[in-house]
């Protein structure tokens, strides 16, 4: 941490629902956003498997991100 103050966005879900999968689009966005930023490798890891976990069915796209 450096100590800066940086502006954010925080979303809150009302009405929360289970099993709605993560789209390859929301993927593409939040992946590019962390390579984008030099996010942690040992995170953008941690995120992959989230995503995975979410919708198998993107495994492939997630690995060869």
Known sequence: A???V????TYLVR??????PTTA???H???SGLREHRAPEEYVAYVKGR???S???LAEV???W
């Not at 940086?6 to 966005?9: F, G, S, T, V």
């Not at 009405?15 to 709605?20: S, W």
């Open 2 to 4: 450096t100590g800066d």
């Open 6 to 9: 940086r502006e954010a966005w």
């Open 15 to 20: 009405e929360p629902r289970t099993g709605l």
């Open 25 to 27: 689009r929301y993927v």
């Open 29 to 31: 966005h939040i992946l």
């Open 51 to 53: 995503i995975i976990a």
């Open 55 to 57: 919708n198998p069915v």
């Open 62 to 64: 997630v690995e060869d």
